[in-house]
């Protein structure tokens, strides 16, 4: 696995980007919590001042479970509204759905015909999602990595920031590259996956899972108001008591773990002295709950403060999509025209 560690650098101007190129997705399926936030989001905050990024909607790949079709561009259009809120500045990246660009189809057909089926099936998410299917198992959810390896190899990107959930479908399309680049000659770079501290956050009422939106309870939206996080940290699985003088932070219990990774996260000035109390044993879980809280209200007040007035603007949030599909498309088709080129399919000789 190619993993680039977490760096804090000063943002330097765009004229001195890095010239690798950042990619990453996030489905419209309702929520946006605080797993996305500090696995994905944030770093992508970040990234975005130092590299060309392309961020994108992936409404194609939402549609592989269950859905109201009803109800979902107004969730599309949701989703895209916690990004811009939650710091993707829709001018220094290109922001936009992926069912805007066609290119994204078509690339995951000719992609498709390089991918082992037994790789398909071996995938984690695809095993999990499976497992929860009544009426049988769709074709799509099957080939949803092969679509998530075309949305990255479409714009030749290289620098992939995910949560670890999705570190396996980076190495395929990884795969995927070089099976393309032996056969049909030199074309992408190798994607590679960017973590950062937090790449799997667990769920507040279960540790054992991970936070998930489709585990009510387990997340705190992007978007709660202040009580409810504060009712929902409070609520968060710790251990009975404190632990024996001298325990160890690193053998700690997920649950425990999990909230300090969090305060790590979001109030790193006040996690020495819990990390402290910890192994001397008198640490108060109510504390460090209280003090966490109030930080996660603080992160993402502004967030929730955006998103609303965002949302009194939709079609300000559908222009800027529009934008930024515009931006996306030339690239699309410039990866696809030497694509066809190198595959023989470039019409008739
Ligand atoms: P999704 O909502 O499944 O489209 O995920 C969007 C991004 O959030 C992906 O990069 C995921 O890996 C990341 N992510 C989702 N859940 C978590 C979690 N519990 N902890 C850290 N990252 C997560
Ligand atoms: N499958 C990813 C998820 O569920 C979303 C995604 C789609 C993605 N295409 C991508 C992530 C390309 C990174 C790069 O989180």
Request: net charge neutral.
């Amino acid at each position: 696995m190619h993993k680039v560690q977490e760096r804090v650098r000063p943002a330097p101007a765009a004229a001195s980007r890095v010239p690798v190129r950042v990619f990453s997705g996030i489905q419209p399926t309702g929520v946006v919590h605080l797993g996305n936030y500090v696995g994905a989001l944030r770093q992508w905050a970040q990234l975005q001042r130092e590299h060309e990024s392309y961020f994108c909607i992936v409404d194609l790949h939402a549609i592989t479970t269950p859905y109201d079709p009803a109800q979902f561009p107004q969730q599309v259009l949701e989703a895209a509204a916690v990004n811009v809120a939650a710091g993707i500045d829709p001018q220094q990246s290109v922001l936009f759905i992926q069912s805007h660009v066609a290119e994204h189809t078509e690339l995951m057909w000719l992609l498709n015909v390089l991918t082992p089926l037994g790789q398909l099936e071996r995938m984690t998410q695809f095993k999990e999602k499976s497992r929860h299917v009544r009426a049988g198992i769709m074709a799509g959810l099957l080939n949803y990595p092969v679509l998530q390896a075309a949305d990255v190899l479409l714009y030749k990107a290289a620098l992939v920031p995910v949560g670890e959930d999705q570190v396996q479908h980076v190495e395929l399309m990884r795969d995927i590259a070089e099976r393309f680049n032996k056969q049909f000659g030199e074309t992408f770079p190798l994607p590679g996956v960017r973590l950062t501290k937090g790449a799997r956050i667990l769920a507040l009422n279960d540790p054992t899972a991970k936070m998930s939106k489709s585990v009510p309870g387990s997340y705190i939206a992007l978007v709660d108001d202040p009580e409810t996080i504060r009712k929902k940290v409070r609520a968060a699985v710790t251990d009975p008591g404190p632990p024996a003088k001298g325990s160890k932070l690193d053998e700690a219990t997920p649950g425990v773990a999990n909230l300090f990774t969090l305060l790590d996260v979001f109030a790193p000035v006040r996690h020495p002295e819990f990390a402290d109390a910890y192994q001397a044993g008198t640490i108060r879980y109510s504390d460090l709950k209280q003090v966490l809280a109030e930080a996660i209200v603080q992160t993402f007040a502004p967030v929730r403060d955006k998103y609303a007035s965002l949302m009194q603007r939709p079609d300000e949030v559908r222009a800027l999509l529009a934008h930024g599909a515009d931006r996306a498309r030339p690239v699309a088709a410039a990866t696809m025209e030497e694509v066809r080129g190198r595959m023989g399919l470039r019409g008739a000789p």
